[in-house]
């Protein structure tokens, strides 16, 4: 039986073309600023889009946006630098992407964070979509030697960031030593703290970060994982450098060729690897996925195969993974065939037979990115081509309540929150540790405003995720004092 072009699963979405077009043809296809779009679909959009913003009052508690001329692949936070009583300065770190006629950029900003319950609603709903926000600012630019796909920041020192591009090998950058940049025509790019070598094969996206020490972690289309660790390029003579040299308790030493090789390299994938993950507790012990529809669990310490491989995680291509921070035993997948699976490793056995503990079903594109919740162990967030972000929570599967048995309410077990503000594909986003449910979310709009990106930045309020008693609590006493605040009528 053919398969019909609308039932094939879709390769990863990428901005300049599906992954498996080469640079040179990237480079051929139309310029990605915002231009010429296709106007029936974007009217569409634009009608669920007004539908959506009318409730952002609502469903906030803090909301920006920032109008990007260039697409951006990725977003993370940085550390914060400056703290107040109503906002506290945080760095962002983003990217541009661009079609040549300047260069590849990683941009570091400076994100004034507005705390809990301190913004007007009128104020959070009135922001223009084609402005830039004034939440976010400029700080520092890197010309990037290539295009950067996907940035990393050291849990360790989060001025240290790394950088997958269109090539082998993984960059790392001290944020605060390196100098500023004009990014003009011509411009020589930046030059990296550290190299890291190892892959025989471009490696794209798939980065990822140890918390317990500096080590990195990165797969690529060589079908392989490869395991670094940033202490075998410790400087012993940090403390004895000028501050001037490098940022405060800087890890990366100069040297005339800033290069290491692997600890491991890894191989059991049959295809492009999409993504990696460390084990929260153990930096020996990580997880990968990929084109192959594989999920593999790796341990450093007995060797450079396979411990577990689940042969058939999802009906279509792995493009993401995490693994829950509170619990080592729970990760989450998210696939081209639009849904994110969640695997209890202690149900996985090493002959590669294991089911998932549940799926979770909502999105009607591929799934580009998944995270956990630093502040809830249950709950976590899903991305995807359909511009939309969902927020889950596995503890609410099964529980449902008779009230909403009997309602017309069709979303599925486990959604309780739809970040609906994009127009186009999300292709990553970040849950705000520093303030955990602050999350920062970037899309490119090259479908529907012809390139360029969105940057926001929001806060659901916090009626959503409280426990039931505490709102219901709260909501009584507010009404027993509108009581008390309007005068009673005269019999």
């Given at each position: 039986?053919?398969?019909?072009?609308?039932?094939?699963?879709?390769?990863?979405?990428?901005?300049?073309?599906?992954?498996?077009?080469?640079?040179?043809?990237?480079?051929?296809?139309?310029?990605?600023?915002?231009?010429?779009?296709?106007?029936?679909?974007?009217?569409?959009?634009?009608?669920?889009?007004?539908?959506?913003?009318?409730?952002?009052?609502?469903?906030?508690?803090?909301?920006?946006?920032?109008?990007?001329?260039?697409?951006?692949?990725?977003?993370?936070?940085?550390?914060?630098?400056?703290?107040?009583?109503?906002?506290?300065?945080?760095?962002?770190?983003?990217?541009?992407?661009?079609?040549?006629?300047?260069?590849?950029?990683?941009?570091?900003?400076?994100?004034?964070?507005?705390?809990?319950?301190?913004?007007?609603?009128?104020?959070?709903?009135?922001?223009?979509?084609?402005?830039?926000?004034?939440?976010?600012?400029?700080?520092?630019?890197?010309?990037?030697?290539?295009?950067?796909?996907?940035?990393?920041?050291?849990?360790?020192?989060?001025?240290?960031?790394?950088?997958?591009?269109?090539?082998?090998?993984?960059?790392?950058?001290?944020?605060?030593?390196?100098?500023?940049?004009?990014?003009?025509?011509?411009?020589?790019?930046?030059?990296?703290?550290?190299?890291?070598?190892?892959?025989?094969?471009?490696?794209?996206?798939?980065?990822?970060?140890?918390?317990?020490?500096?080590?990195?972690?990165?797969?690529?289309?060589?079908?392989?994982?490869?395991?670094?660790?940033?202490?075998?390029?410790?400087?012993?003579?940090?403390?004895?450098?000028?501050?001037?040299?490098?940022?405060?308790?800087?890890?990366?030493?100069?040297?005339?060729?800033?290069?290491?090789?692997?600890?491991?390299?890894?191989?059991?994938?049959?295809?492009?690897?999409?993504?990696?993950?460390?084990?929260?507790?153990?930096?020996?012990?990580?997880?990968?996925?990929?084109?192959?529809?594989?999920?593999?669990?790796?341990?450093?310490?007995?060797?450079?195969?396979?411990?577990?491989?689940?042969?058939?995680?999802?009906?279509?291509?792995?493009?993401?993974?995490?693994?829950?921070?509170?619990?080592?035993?729970?990760?989450?997948?998210?696939?081209?065939?639009?849904?994110?699976?969640?695997?209890?490793?202690?149900?996985?056995?090493?002959?590669?037979?294991?089911?998932?503990?549940?799926?979770?079903?909502?999105?009607?594109?591929?799934?580009?990115?998944?995270?956990?919740?630093?502040?809830?162990?249950?709950?976590?967030?899903?991305?995807?081509?359909?511009?939309?972000?969902?927020?889950?929570?596995?503890?609410?599967?099964?529980?449902?309540?008779?009230?909403?048995a009997k309602s017309e309410d069709d979303s599925p077990p486990g959604l309780f929150f739809q970040h609906a503000g994009h127009r186009d594909k999300i292709v990553d986003?970040?849950?705000?540790?520093?303030?955990?449910?602050?999350?920062?979310?970037?899309?490119?709009?090259?479908?529907?405003?012809?390139?360029?990106?969105?940057?926001?930045?929001?806060?659901?309020?916090?009626?959503?995720?409280?426990?039931?008693?505490?709102?219901?609590?709260?909501?009584?006493?507010?009404?027993?004092?509108?009581?008390?605040?309007?005068?009673?009528?005269?019999?």
């Amino acid at each position: 039986m053919e398969t019909t072009p609308s039932s094939q699963p879709k390769r990863r979405g990428r901005p300049k073309g599906s992954s498996t077009k080469s640079k040179d043809e990237r480079e051929k296809e139309p310029h990605r600023r915002r231009g010429s779009i296709d106007k029936k679909r974007a009217a569409s959009v634009d009608e669920k889009y007004v539908q959506w913003k009318s409730l952002v009052p609502v469903l906030y508690d803090w909301f920006a946006n920032h109008n990007l001329v260039w697409p951006s692949l990725s977003c993370r936070w940085g550390p914060i630098i400056e703290q107040g009583s109503l906002k506290n300065r945080q760095r962002l770190y983003l990217s541009e992407q661009t079609d040549k006629s300047v260069p590849n950029t990683l941009i570091i900003a400076n994100c004034d964070v507005v705390k809990p319950r301190v913004a007007a609603e009128n104020h959070i709903a009135n922001f223009n979509e084609e402005a830039r926000s004034p939440f976010v600012k400029k700080y520092k630019t890197i010309i990037h030697p290539g295009e950067v796909n996907r940035i990393r920041e050291l849990p360790q020192n989060k001025n240290i960031v790394a950088t997958h591009t269109d090539g082998p090998e993984v960059l790392i950058w001290d944020i605060e030593a390196q100098p500023n940049k004009h990014a003009v025509y011509g411009a020589a790019a930046s030059r990296p703290d550290l190299v890291l070598s190892g892959h025989q094969d471009n490696a794209e996206f798939a980065l990822a970060l140890s918390p317990m020490e500096p080590f990195v972690l990165s797969g690529g289309k060589d079908k392989t994982v490869v395991l670094w660790s940033i202490q075998d390029h410790i400087s012993t003579l940090a403390a004895d450098a000028p501050k001037s040299a490098g940022s405060a308790g800087s890890i990366i030493k100069s040297a005339d060729n800033p290069s290491i090789g692997p600890r491991g390299i890894f191989q059991g994938h049959d295809d492009t690897v999409e993504d990696v993950q460390f084990c929260p507790s153990s930096s020996q012990e990580f997880c990968s996925v990929g084109d192959d529809s594989c999920l593999i669990l790796w341990d450093a310490r007995v060797g450079n195969n396979p411990v577990i491989k689940v042969e058939k995680a999802h009906d279509a291509d792995l493009h993401c993974v995490d693994w829950n921070p509170h619990n080592d035993n729970l990760i989450i997948t998210g696939s081209a065939d639009n849904s994110v699976r969640l695997f209890d490793r202690r149900n996985l056995t090493s002959d590669g037979v294991g089911s998932p503990v549940h799926m979770f079903e909502h999105h009607t594109a591929a799934v580009l990115c998944v995270q956990w919740c630093p502040d809830r162990s249950s709950v976590f967030g899903s991305s995807a081509e359909d511009g939309l972000l969902n927020i889950w929570d596995y503890e609410k599967v099964g529980v449902r309540k008779d009230t909403e048995a009997k309602s017309e309410d069709d979303s599925p077990p486990g959604l309780f929150f739809q970040h609906a503000g994009h127009r186009d594909k999300i292709v990553d986003f970040h849950w705000n540790a520093s303030d955990p449910w602050t999350i920062v979310s970037v899309s490119d709009d090259l479908e529907t405003n012809g390139g360029g990106g969105t940057l926001q930045i929001w806060r659901m309020t916090d009626m959503l995720y409280r426990p039931e008693e505490e709102v219901l609590a709260e909501m009584q006493q507010f009404k027993d004092h509108v009581s008390k605040c309007v005068p009673k009528s005269k019999a």
